[in-house]
């Protein structure tokens, strides 16, 4: 929304840190709404409002959104990333938990190199040849790398990697 290096990636909004793939198509109208609530803005990006949400809503802040999203947003007063994907999954995001950390791309590709060994999941490689079938909600073709669902949160608690999920449509 907004091509100023002021809006660039990572950005920051007091204490909180956001990577977002997406558009939100409501922003401008969040925006009002916290602009009315004594909010600030220096951009005109969603990015910025995605932040400032999250800052006065907490992870409740998605279910305002209108749009096709994938972000994490880093929240050190809470130890918490909040990773949340759009309720019609539009935009991806993967993940991948393994004894060094936890990992999240848009794509499988970025997750490889992370892997100690690389298998195929099985199960939904001869659901796909046998059956065309491809959507096996968060299994993907490679076991170990995990899609995040549609209209889900996901919550790394960042002291002890211990992981909820929130459905939120």
Known sequence: QDLNPRSDQPMHYKDLTITFNGEIYNFL???DELINLGYTFETTSDTEVILAAYSKWGKSCVEKFNGMWAFAIYDPNESIIFISRDRFGKKPLHYLVSEDGIYIGSEIKQLL????????????????????????????FISGIKRLNSGTSMIVCTKTLKIDFLKYY
Request: aromatic letters at 4%; glycine letters at 6%; charged letters at 35%.
């Open 113 to 140: 190199p992370i892997l100690k060994k690389r298998k195929v999941n099985l199960k939904v490689l001869s659901d796909y040849l046998v059956l065309g079938i491809s959507d096996h909600g968060e299994d993907t």
């Open 29 to 31: 109208e969040i925006k």
